[in-house]
């Protein structure tokens, strides 16, 4: 069992930042993959980023490319998601997931593959 808190969301004004945590605590290994998602109103929840636990490899969304930067802390067992250059389209609630099993390459963008979910936090960008 793996357990995940974020925390972090707030309102920001465009072009503002944010950064996200997401502390994990239970059963994690080293291949551990951790996910940010995202989910607007109305919409499908989305891919944002990725990293893995081992060697910190990560992957980005198309549309967060060059704007957002996720990170890990080893030692507190948590994932940052710096959002710098925020815009309306940002807005979201944000959700942090974990695969302590690891994911095969290519696949780090879907929300299939995580078995844990953390209970999202509201990100809202005010233009």
């Known amino acids: 069992q793996v357990q995940l808190v974020e925390s972090g969301g707030d309102l920001v004004q465009a072009g503002g930042s944010l950064r996200l945590s997401c502390e994990a605590s239970?059963?994690?290994?080293?291949?551990?993959?951790m996910g940010w998602f995202r989910q607007a109103p109305g919409k499908e929840r989305e891919f944002v980023a990725a990293?893995?636990?081992?060697?910190?490899?990560?992957r980005y969304a198309d549309s967060v490319k060059g704007r957002f930067t996720v990170s890990r802390d080893s030692a507190k067992n948590t994932v940052y998601l710096q959002m710098n250059s925020l815009i309306s389209e940002d807005t979201a609630v944000y959700y942090c997931?974990?695969?302590?099993?690891?994911?095969?390459?290519?696949?780090?963008?879907?929300?299939?593959?995580?078995?844990?979910w953390g209970q999202g936090t509201q990100v809202t960008v005010s233009s």
């Open positions: 997931a974990a695969q302590p099993l690891g994911i095969i390459n290519g696949r780090w963008s879907r929300p299939s593959e995580y078995s844990y």
């Open positions: 990293i893995r636990w081992s060697d910190s490899n990560t």
């Open positions: 239970g059963r994690t290994f080293a291949g551990t993959v």
